[in-house]
């Protein structure tokens, strides 16, 4: 069993950063996040394995950043130039290499908006 708890999400204003984490209760390989706005299928948003490179969907590239802290079993998203377009609940997700099982955080919402 693995659990992930995200923080950080909230209210911003269009043009605001907000950096999201996600704490993990153990070390997995690939790690990244997803988003779901309402009324909308989830989105992939990015991911970053352990030593790897990242990658990052084409609508968030250049203003979000995925990274992570092994030590301390984190991931984070930091997210630069938000628009109202980023609005949706966010779910950090865990899955080891090798393996077709996936974890997921419970999400966190982030709301854009003046």
């Known amino acids: 069993q693995v659990q992930l708890v995200e923080s950080g999400g909230g209210l911003v204003q269009p043009g605001g950063s907000l950096r999201l984490s996600c704490a993990a209760s153990?070390?997995?390989?690939?790690m990244g996040w997803y988003r779901q706005a309402p009324g909308k299928q989830r989105e992939f948003v990015a991911v970053?394995?352990?030593?790897?490179?990242?990658n990052y969907a084409d609508s968030v590239k250049g203003r979000f950043t995925i990274s992570r802290d092994n030590a301390k079993k984190t991931v984070f998203l930091q997210m630069n130039n938000l628009s109202p377009e980023d609005t949706a609940v966010y779910y950090c997700?865990?899955?080891?290499?090798?393996?077709?099982?996936?974890?997921w955080g419970q999400g966190i919402q982030v709301t854009v908006s003046s």
């Open positions: 997700y865990a899955r080891p290499s090798m393996a077709t099982m996936t974890y």
């Open positions: 970053i394995p352990s030593g790897g490179s990242t």
């Open positions: 153990a070390t997995i390989f690939f």
